[in-house]
């Protein structure tokens, strides 16, 4: 629990909590992102149009189609799916607070933790063997576009901002990569000055 030890810390002292009817263990939302290691269940899902695809548009929804057509025996909780670390620190802490944990996935937007998602092999971090990578320099974008067009495909319900924004009194605590910040981009920049105070990310 090193990094998040550090931020509740840090977080606790310089943003007390709203008044004193605002319980710490309930008003706290604990983020992290998804990781390469995944528990290996049924299929392992690709993007398989991603090098022929016009748009990241078309290639969101054609993933979101590929995700909804597997069978339920296909699915894992997504905190039972990802694997190491930082998963493990994520789960650790949100229990310890009993606070919601949610999962940034490249794949599938903004996930709660127990909900069911398939093993899949998508991530915006560069590489030469990266589908969705080679797919993004093809058509001169960026992970944000990317962001953009997987949300339009599953919905607002899988964005950061709208999770924020609907959690008007929670203290947001996020701990992701730098590819990831990147990646949320298009969410972190329309948050406003009220929701901004209330969240803080650690790398």
């Known amino acids: 629990m090193r990094k998040y030890r550090c931020a509740l810390s840090t977080h606790f002292c310089k943003f007390p909590l709203i008044g004193s009817r605002m319980n710490p263990v309930h008003d706290v ?13 049924g299929t392992v ?3 398989e149009t991603a ?10 929804h054609q993933w979101r189609q590929q995700v909804q057509g597997l069978p339920e025996s296909d699915l894992l909780a997504a905190s039972d799916l990802y694997a190491g670390r930082s998963i493990s620190e994520a789960k650790q ?9 949610y999962i940034v996935s490249a794949g599938h937007g903004v996930l709660r933790a127990d ?3 398939p093993a899949y092999d998508v991530t915006v971090s560069p590489a030469p063997d990266n589908k969705l990578h080679c797919c993004m320099l093809r ?3 960026s992970p944000a ?7 339009e ?3 607002p319900q899988r964005s950061l901002a709208e999770l924020i924004t609907g959690s008007t009194h929670a203290i947001v605590l996020l701990a992701v990569p730098s590819v990831y910040l990147r990646l949320l981009e298009p969410d972190l920049v329309c948050l406003s000055d009220t929701d901004i105070q209330r969240y803080r990310d650690w790398e």
């Open 29 to 41: 939302i604990v983020i992290t992102s998804c990781t390469s290691r995944k528990k290996k269940v």
């Open 45 to 47: 899902l690709q993007l």
């Open 139 to 141: 058509l001169g974008k």
């Open 115 to 117: 909900e069911l998602v």
């Open 145 to 151: 576009d990317w962001w953009q067009a997987l949300i």
């Open 153 to 155: 495909a599953f919905g």
């Open 51 to 60: 090098h022929d695809t016009d748009s990241l548009s078309n290639l969101a």
């Open 93 to 101: 802490t949100a229990g310890t607070l009993s606070c919601p944990l």
